[in-house]
Structure formats: C-alpha cells, structure tokens
C-alpha cells in the first residue's frame, strides 16, 4: 500500500453503503505492493464490496479484471462476483460484486448499454466526454447507482502509430500511440499541449487525466456515490519493449505523479502489478535513449503471461491467468478500500453484530427517516455539512430518527451514528 500524503485516522467503523470521509483521504494506490494483502480485507468490508456495481470501461484488455475476478472467486468463494457481459446491468443486491464494463452509450451512441469503450469514449473529444457523463448521471439516477468507476487501457498509449517525428528533448524518445476521434485523428500523442508541436496532436496525458478528473467533479458537485479512479496502461506485446515501452512507461509514470498531486485520488496501477510476480521479482530492461543515456524501465514480468498450469492460452486480454488473478486481488483491496477499510486492521474492533441502518429518501427533499435496528438502545444522531460544522447532534431513540430537512440548504451532509464503540457514517444529499 502506498500513502503518499497524510495519515488517516484509524476507526473501529463498519461503513455500509453511502460511506463517505469526512475530510479527504490521501492517495490510495494498488499497486504491486497491495496484492498479497486481498486475504487481511476484514469480511465486514468485503461484503461492503459485494453491495457495489463497479465499472471498468475499456476493450480486450478490460477483460483481464473480469476474468481475474472470476478466478478469484473460484478458488475463494469469499470473492463472490457477477460478471455481466451484454444485457441489462443488475440491480441492487448484497451478495456478490456486480462487475461489468457496461455503460449507457458512447461515442457513436447516446444511449442504449454498451459493452465496449475506447479511449473515443474516454478522453479523446468533447462527445466523449459528455456522453460519459451522461452515463453516470443515467445510472445514478436510474437505480444503478455506481459504487466506482475508471478506464481500462488497451494498446491506446503504443499501438497503430509507433515511434517517430523528432524526440521529445525532455524525455529524449519519440512519442507513440493512437487516439481514435481526436480532433487531429488517431495520431501519436505525448504529455501536454507543448507535444503538439511533435506529434500534430491536440490530445495528450493530460487530456485523459482532464476528462478523468471532470468526471470526479461530476459525481461530486451532483452527490453521486460513484469514485472515480485512475489507471495505467498494458506492458505487454514485445514489440513495446524498446523505445516503445521506455514512452508508455514515461506516461504511466506521468498518471502516478498526477494522482500523487492530490489529496482524495484513486490509481489502480495495472502496469505495476504485472512487472512483479508473485515471489516478488520485478522485471527490468533497458533502453538508449536519443542522448545515449541507458534507461532503465520495468516490463511484464513472464509469470504474468503463463496461465495457472504453467501454458498460456489466448482468452482475450493478453495475458496469462496468473496475472489476471493478480489484478483481482488488488482490486478488491482497492475496492474494499473505497468501503472505508484503513487496510491495516483486521476486524478485531469490528461490533459481532452490527447495526442493519435504514436511511431514506437519499437525495432527501423533506424528512429523512433513520431506522436501526432493536439492538440498539444508546448512542448519539450527529448530522454536520460537509465543512463538518455540527447542525444536530441528539441521542438515539429505541424505535427509530426522523431528521426535518426543510430547513437546510441544498447540498451533501454526513449522518454520523455513534453506539456501542461503533461509529457509522452516511452521505446523503439534500435536494
């Protein structure tokens, strides 16, 4: 696990759905680092996860998440997961993760569920990035609420345009890469706007990070539970071993320094999953650079191309099951992560019996109803606005909370129920 800035405080808390911090986390990161710690998630936590529809939008790469999570499952039914591949997303339920890439049109269509996006659908124009918008406010709106949600990488940062043009005199290697839609075509691409002058392109990183970071504001500014995370790319295919590979890995590299910029941010890191195996060797190879400077970046590891029985069958992500089962476990630890666990206590503080909460309507116009359960008797109702400015704070009563909202203005607040050395915390939204 990487923290990058800050320490959060630690809670002996059991987070139900509509978990929501009351001052922003630092950078949680899964990364190679993360992968052994999937089996430490506290089972309380995980069935947090198995409340959650997530998201990962992309083409034949996505596929390894999927295909890793259904592995995982399979040889630990903890890990329940159901993964839809066309149709109808699911609805709600408690009982398994509901995983998908499905979203609610895309470039060439404004509506009707999709289960194929590019970086045409990402990043890459304007259309992209309002019909990604549409889609979360669709679900969120719709009974689909969105637990989290990113971009899975295909070849987009290396394939159809290979290396060329004049090196970049910062990194001294030629950009590469293609972007389906963009304003100039599907051109190689760089950084940030200064690389137009190299590529011919108008789309660079920042383009991805900039329509990755609109959709964060998004879900915040209209009070949608969905997390958005960030993702890097592929190290797979031989060809991107050289030059190639030393531009991919420079622009991976470029995501982890934004996420690493502010507080609150998410990176599932897929290439630094896959450069390391599971005895904890990382590959490395090098490449000359345009000033004759050796550059040492990492690469996929071979392990992560073998499947469990030690071959390697094409299923349609490029890699072995090996490394698909890695990106499951750092997944779930990711998004058990988003549920409110700390990643480092096991559960021991955690109530045996912890309270079944009902809170509703959530966006809430008038009053709010808040029902425990009979195992409650003591405890304290807090309601604070998201400056965490206390507005109410009351004692529990036995059969049930009703908060008037008449009054306030419109907005996000947290409910913080505090009993038997538990403390719970909702986000909801007034309307």
């Known amino acids: 696990m990487k923290i990058l800035t800050g320490i959060l405080p630690i809670l002996s808390v059991v987070f139900l759905l509509n978990v929501f911090p009351l001052a922003s986390p630092a950078q949680i990161v899964a990364d190679h680092t993360v992968v052994a710690d999937f089996d430490k998630i506290p089972q309380s936590y995980l ?242 650079d345009y000033a004759g400077v050796t550059q040492t970046f990492q690469a996929i590891h071979a392990d992560n191309m073998l499947d469990m029985d030690g071959t390697y069958t094409e299923d349609g992500d490029h890699i072995g099951q090996r490394g698909a089962l890695r990106l499951a476990k750092a997944f779930w630890w990711m998004l058990a992560r988003m549920a409110g666990w700390d990643g480092e206590t096991l559960g021991v503080n955690e109530t045996d019996k912890p309270c079944r909460v009902t809170i509703q309507p959530n966006p809430v116009s008038d009053y709010l109803a808040v029902r425990l359960d009979d195992s409650v008797r003591n405890g304290s109702l807090v309601l604070t606005d998201m400056n965490g400015r206390e507005i109410l704070n009351r004692p529990l009563a036995e059969t049930g909370n009703g908060i008037d909202m008449r009054g306030f203005s419109d907005g996000m607040y947290i409910v913080k129920l505090i009993f038997d050395d538990t403390m719970q915390l909702h986000k909801i939204v007034k309307n």
Not at 104 to 130: K, L, P, Q, R
Request: negative net charge.
């Open 47 to 288: 069935n947090e996860v198995k409340k959650m529809w997530v998201i990962l939008a992309g083409e034949s790469h996505s596929k390894g998440y999927r295909i890793g999570c259904q592995l995982l499952e399979n040889l630990d039914p903890r890990y329940q997961v159901s993964i839809k591949e066309s149709g109808t997303p699911e609805g709600y339920t408690d009982q398994h993760l509901r995983f998908s890439r499905a979203t609610w049109g895309d470039y060439t269509n404004a509506s009707g569920w999709i289960y194929n996006y590019g970086e045409e659908d990402w990043f890459t124009n304007e259309t992209a990035v309002a019909r990604t918008k549409a889609h979360l406010t669709y679900c969120n709106t719709h009974n689909l609420a969105i637990a989290a949600m990113g971009f899975g990488w295909c070849w987009d940062m290396t394939g159809n345009n290979w290396p060329s043009g004049t090196p970049d005199p910062v990194y001294q290697v030629r950009w590469a890469g293609r972007t389906e839609y963009g304003p100039e075509g599907s051109r190689r691409w760089g950084l940030d706007a200064g690389d137009f002058d190299l590529t011919g392109n108008s789309v660079s990183m920042d383009t991805y990070l900039d329509a990755t970071q609109q959709y964060e504001n998004h879900c915040a500014s209209n009070g949608y539970p969905t997390k958005i995370f960030y993702t890097t790319g592929p190290v797979d295919a031989n060809e991107n071993l050289g030059e190639n590979g030393y531009q991919r890995h420079i622009k991976h590299q470029y995501i982890r320094n934004f996420v690493a910029s502010s507080p609150g941010r998410y990176l599932f890191d897929y290439d630094d999953i896959l450069c390391w195996s599971d005895a904890g060797e990382r590959r490395e190879i090098t490449w000359t």
